[in-house]
C-alpha cells in the first residue's frame, strides 16, 4: 500500500504556512487534507535536583482560549528552531528567554510529531538541569513576541500530582514530566 503527495499548494503564508495536499491513495483515487507549517521545535524539561523543582511556564494561548476560556496554558519551556540552528542551542536559547535560565545537562528524551494528523513540526523533547544559580534573568519571553509569559518554579512532586489528575494538559509538558518520573522517580517523592 503506497500513498503519495501528488501537490501542495500554499494557501496562506504567516508566522506558518497553510498548504492544502492532493493525496494519492493506493487505489489511484486523490483526495484533499490540510497541512499547517511553522517549522521544527524544542522543548525542555528544566529541573533543580537538589531543590526537586522545575521550572514552567504558563501563557495565555489563543486557540485553548477560544476552545476552553482558559486563561493560561502551564507548560515546559519551548520554542521554534530558527534557521539552522542546533536543537540544543535553541534549547538553551529558549531557557533563557522564556526563563532566565542557564542550562546544565541536556537529555534528549524524543524527537516527536506533535500533531501528526494536520501539522509538519517535529519536536525535540529534552530534560536539562539547573541549579538555584543558574535563575540568571527575568524571563518571560521577549517583548517584541509579545507572549506575555509567567515564570513558575513548582515542586516536582507537585507537577506530578497535576499529571496524575488530568490537570497538566499541555501535552509535551505531560510527555517530559512522566519521562523524568521514568529516568529519576527519586526526584519525586
Known sequence: MTFDVAD????????GRFMIASIRLPDGQVIRREIEDHGAAVAVLAYDEER??????????????????????LEII????????????????EAMEEGGLRLGRL????????????????MAIYLATY??????????????????????EMPL?????LAD?????????????QALRLKRPDLFT
Do not use: N
Open 8 to 15: 501542495t499548494k500554499v494557501v496562506y503564508e504567516g508566522w
Open 52 to 73: 526537586r523543582v522545575a521550572l514552567m511556564i504558563s501563557q495565555f494561548r489563543p486557540a485553548v482560549y477560544l476552545v476552553s476560556g482558559e486563561q493560561a496554558v
Open 78 to 93: 519551548a520554542g521554534g528552531i530558527e534557521d539552522d540552528e542546533a536543537q540544543e542551542v535553541c534549547a538553551r536559547r
Open 107 to 122: 537529555e534528549r528524551i524524543i524527537d516527536a510529531w506533535p500533531m501528526p494528523g494536520i501539522s509538519t513540526e517535529r
Open 131 to 152: 541549579t538555584a544559580d543558574d535563575r540568571v534573568g527575568p524571563g518571560g519571553g521577549l517583548d517584541e513576541e509579545h507572549e506575555g509569559i509567567t515564570v513558575i
Open 157 to 161: 512532586a507537585e507537577i506530578a500530582a
Open 165 to 177: 489528575r488530568g490537570a497538566l494538559t499541555d501535552l509535551k509538558s505531560y510527555a517530559a514530566v
